[in-house]
């Protein structure tokens, strides 16, 4: 059994499936949501089972571990994208980590994997990024600064508990069952399947940079990584990018849905590159290729037209 902390979101739900997909049993947490998503109905009782359980308080997900007979752990912690306040992000963020590294040591666990992102390379000014690169100290954002503080604490505790601890650094994700419509091909498909216009006003001057680069992978293939990483007998590292292999810009985005999506527009499209954007963001992929036989499935042209089908098919 493998129990998955923030496994009702995008990235969680996505590996859930994958995970259940590939023949394993999943216990998946709730915190303050209610609704289970429509995807997991048909595997509920089976190979599904939702928790109730607060990260932060180290009695209930020790409960529910032993109670389940967790083998493993993926977690999907991570702080607010807007934050609540600098204590109570890090009271939640740390709180969470420490209580599953010590349930991990506590009950024996084979293996914790801890979603890191490609936003600990942010300052970096080109890729490919290694995971053996030195990342900068200072942090732009409270994402950036959580998940290099996650991998420095958990490695320590790590080796001193004698627990493995895995970092998977996942690229920029995009597909089925994302509903913050934050990024921009979200934004792009959306208003182009109801004849819009999308709507970048929370951007700086309205706009998006046609040459911005990301290493944009589709949530499918990375789910498929996490799950290939987190199932793997042995690994021989403990940190790995987990990616589409390609660095992708806005411009390139936009072509693709335009290919699913021929009527689609998007004005708010400017030439030019930010002065934030690294050049050719993309993660190097050689260390779960060799170790994990992961390999992307999906170009953008391909995941762009499944995640369009998706849409479609599905309200949000």
Not at 154 to 178: D, K, N, Q, T, W
Request: proline share 6%.
């Amino acid at each position: 059994m493998i129990l998955i902390i923030g496994g009702m979101g995008f990235i969680g739900l996505n590996t859930a499936l994958r995970l259940i997909e590939a023949g394993e049993r999943v216990v998946i947490t709730q915190h303050n949501a209610r609704r289970v998503p429509d995807a997991l109905a048909p595997h509920l009782d089976e190979r599904a089972f939702v928790e109730r359980m607060d990260a932060t308080k180290l009695y209930e997900m020790m409960e529910v571990a032993h109670r389940r007979e967790v083998e493993s752990v993926i977690t999907f912690a991570a702080p607010p994208a807007r934050g609540i306040s600098p204590q109570e992000d890090y009271r939640i963020y740390v709180n969470a980590l420490q209580n599953t590294l010590e349930t991990a040591r506590t009950l024996g666990l084979r293996r914790v994997s801890l979603a890191s992102s490609t936003s600990v390379y942010g300052g970096l000014p080109e890729g490919p990024f290694r995971e053996d690169m030195p990342l900068p100290i200072h942090s732009r954002t409270q994402v950036e600064a959580f998940k290099k503080a996650m991998e420095i604490h958990a490695f320590h505790y790590a080796e001193r508990a004698g627990v493995e601890v895995v970092s998977l650094r996942i690229a920029s994700i995009y597909g089925p069952h994302y509903y913050s419509m934050f990024n921009p091909m979200s934004r792009m498909c959306g208003a182009a399947l109801k004849g819009e216009e999308p709507d970048f006003s929370d951007r700086p001057g309205g706009a998006i940079s046609a040459d911005d680069e990301g290493d944009w992978t589709y949530v499918g293939d990375l789910a498929r990584g996490v799950q290939l990483a987190h199932t793997a007998d042995t690994l021989r590292h403990d940190v790995y990018n987990i990616g589409s292999g390609a660095a992708v810009s806005n411009e390139r985005v936009f072509e693709a849905v335009r290919k699913a999506l021929p009527d689609a527009v998007c004005s708010a499209l400017k030439p030019g590159r930010s002065g934030a954007s690294p050049r050719n963001p993309v993660m190097d992929l050689s260390r779960i290729r060799e170790d994990a036989g992961y390999a992307p499935e999906r170009d953008i042209d391909s995941g762009i037209a499944a995640y369009v089908e998706h849409l479609r098919s599905h309200s949000q």
